[in-house]
Every structure is written in structure tokens, then in C-alpha cells.
């Protein structure tokens, strides 16, 4: 075993989970399901749905196939699963030019904290994916200052 399987193992792991998590939380009657959505939406939201989950596949063979250029497997691995939280970010920053909001009144609400007597509202992605990139970062700087062990 090496200092490397660790942050592999972990990176395997978050893969998968992005993937799950991702199918969980969108494939059901608060996304792609919900008759409030337009066909066209939900159409569009199974498809980056699926697309996150063949990116999943993808990304761990990079991770735990055999073979030369096992780095540059893994940092490629990474890079796609920086991806879709990412894209994330560039339709949070950009939602006021296509009007995009961050949650619906039929869908998942959010998180509602009372302090000192006012609420604050929320959203769960806005913790989860700077979270996950957090964890992703994480991740490759283990990698990155793990040495061979014999």
C-alpha cells in the first residue's frame, strides 16, 4: 500500500457520491418529476443528471485502472469532478441574466435560521458545493504531498 491510496480511495468516494448524491436529489418529484416544470426543463435536468453520473464512471476507471500516468489519471479525475460544481457556480453567479433562482416553492426549500429573532433563508447548494470543493481541494493537495511508501 502507498500514501497515495488514501487520497485515491477518498477521490473514488467523492466521485461516486457527487454521483448519487446528484441523482437523489434531482430524479424525483422536486426536479424531474415535478409536473410544475416545464417537459423541456425536466428533459434538461435528466440529461446533467445522467451526464454527472457517466462523468462518475469515467472518472473512477481514470482513478483505478492499471497503468502508466497514474498522476495525471488522478488530477485529470479531479479536474472532471471540479466540473460540474463548477458549473454550478458560473449559473449561481449568472442567474440574474437568465433569471435563474436558486430554489423553487414546489421544490426542496431552504434552510430557514432564526437569529436573534430574523430569518435567514438558505439554499443547501450554496453550502454543499463550495463544500464539495473544499473537499475536492482537500483531496488534491493530499495527493499531492503523499510520497511512495515501500
Not at 38 to 50: I, M, S
Not at 62 to 68: D, T
Amino acid at each position: 500500500m502507498t500514501s497515495l491510496s488514501i487520497p485515491r480511495e477518498l477521490l473514488v468516494a467523492f466521485c461516486c457520491l457527487q454521483a448519487l448524491a446528484t441523482a437523489a436529489l434531482d430524479l424525483n418529484h422536486t426536479h424531474a418529476t415535478n409536473p410544475q416544470w416545464t417537459g423541456h426543463a425536466r428533459f434538461h435536468l435528466v440529461q446533467q443528471t445522467a451526464s454527472i453520473a457517466l462523468l462518475a464512471v469515467l472518472e473512477v476507471f481514470l482513478i483505478l485502472a492499471g497503468g502508466p500516468l497514474q498522476r495525471q489519471r488522478f488530477y485529470l479525475a479531479a479536474t472532471l469532478a471540479a466540473i460540474p460544481l463548477l458549473g454550478f457556480c458560473a449559473a449561481w453567479i449568472g442567474r440574474r441574466i437568465y433569471g435563474g433562482t436558486l430554489s423553487d416553492p414546489n421544490g426542496i426549500p431552504p434552510l430557514i435560521l432564526k437569529i436573534r429573532g430574523s430569518h435567514l433563508q438558505i439554499d443547501l447548494n450554496t453550502v454543499i458545493v463550495p463544500g464539495g470543493l473544499l473537499a475536492l481541494a482537500a483531496v488534491i493537495a493530499l495527493y499531492s504531498h503523499s510520497v511512495v511508501t515501500p
